[in-house]
C-alpha cells in the first residue's frame, strides 16, 4: 500500500525567504503523480504543482518548484520570496491507480 | 477552467435528520467524482468514489447506508448524510479530476470543491 509522510507539522518563515518542505512516500509503482495542494484558512483546496514521475525534470510553477528524487521517494516543495498570503496548510499527496494519497500536512506560517 | 463548486456552504441540522450536500464540476465533465471527509487540523480521508451511471465505491469503514452518494449527470454529484448524528458533523470535501487532455482518468488531477462545514446538534 502506498503511503505518504510529511514530517514537518509545523513551519514558519520570514517574508520574503524561501522554505522548503518535506514529503516522502512508498511505493511499488513506476508510473505515479505526486501534487502538493494548498489549503488556506477559507480550506479551499488549491493545486500548488504537480510532477509526473517519469519525468526527470522538476516541476517549477512561478515561486513554487519541487525536488523529485525519484529513487528516494523524496518529493519536496521550495517556495522562494514568501509572502503572506502564502500562509496555509500544505498537503502533499500520490495518485497511482485512480485516487489520491494524502500526507498529513505541514501548516506554514509566513511571518511579517 | 476546472471549477468545483459545493452547495450548501455550511449546513446545521437537528439529530436525525439527513442532509443532501451538491457537487457540481462547473465548466468540465466527470464521470468519477470524490468525497472526502476532514476532521480540524487533519488530513482528508477518502470515504467514496462516485461515479456517474453506477454505483459508488466506498472506502473501508465507510457505511454506505449511511452516506448515499448519487451521482446523477456528468456534472452532477450528490452526499446525503442520512439519520445525522453528532458524530457526523465535520468538514465534507468533492471533488474532480481533469486531465490535460479534457478527459477523465486516473491519473487526471483532481480540483477540489469548496467544501461543506456540516454541525449536528
New interface residues.
Given amino acids: 500500500a502506498q503511503t505518504v509522510t510529511q514530517s514537518q507539522p509545523e513551519m514558519s518563515v520570514q517574508e520574503a525567504e524561501t522554505v522548503t518542505l518535506s514529503c516522502t512516500y512508498d511505493t511499488s509503482e513506476n508510473?505515479?503523480?505526486l501534487?502538493w495542494?494548498k489549503q488556506p484558512p477559507?480550506?479551499?483546496?488549491?493545486?500548488v504543482i504537480?510532477q509526473e514521475a517519469y519525468k526527470q525534470q522538476n516541476a517549477t510553477e512561478n515561486r513554487f518548484s519541487v525536488n523529485f528524487q525519484k529513487a528516494a521517494k523524496s518529493f519536496s516543495l521550495k517556495i522562494s520570496d514568501s509572502q503572506l498570503g502564502d500562509t496555509a496548510m500544505y498537503?502533499c499527496a500520490f495518485?497511482g491507480?485512480?485516487?489520491?494519497i494524502?500526507?498529513?500536512?505541514t501548516r506554514l506560517k509566513v511571518l511579517a | 477552467g476546472a471549477v468545483v463548486s459545493q452547495h450548501p456552504s455550511w449546513v446545521i441540522c437537528k439529530s436525525g435528520t439527513s442532509v443532501k450536500i451538491e457537487c457540481r464540476s462547473l465548466d468540465f465533465q466527470a464521470t468519477t467524482m470524490f468525497w472526502y471527509r476532514q476532521f480540524p487540523k487533519q488530513s482528508l480521508m477518502l470515504m467514496a468514489t462516485s461515479n456517474e451511471g453506477s454505483k459508488a465505491t466506498y472506502e473501508q469503514g465507510v457505511e454506505k447506508d449511511k452516506f448515499l452518494i448519487n451521482h446523477a449527470s456528468l456534472t452532477l454529484s450528490t452526499l446525503t448524510v442520512t439519520s445525522a448524528h453528532p458524530e457526523d458533523s465535520s468538514f465534507y470535501i468533492c471533488s474532480a479530476p481533469l486531465g490535460l487532455a479534457g478527459g477523465d482518468d486516473s491519473t487526471d488531477t483532481q480540483y477540489f470543491g469548496p467544501g461543506t462545514r456540516l454541525t449536528v446538534l
Avoid: C
Wanted: proline fraction near 0%; charged fraction near 15%.
Fill in positions: 508510473n505515479y503523480y501534487f495542494y477559507s480550506r479551499q483546496m488549491i493545486l504537480r498537503f495518485s491507480t485512480y485516487k489520491y494524502f500526507g498529513t500536512g
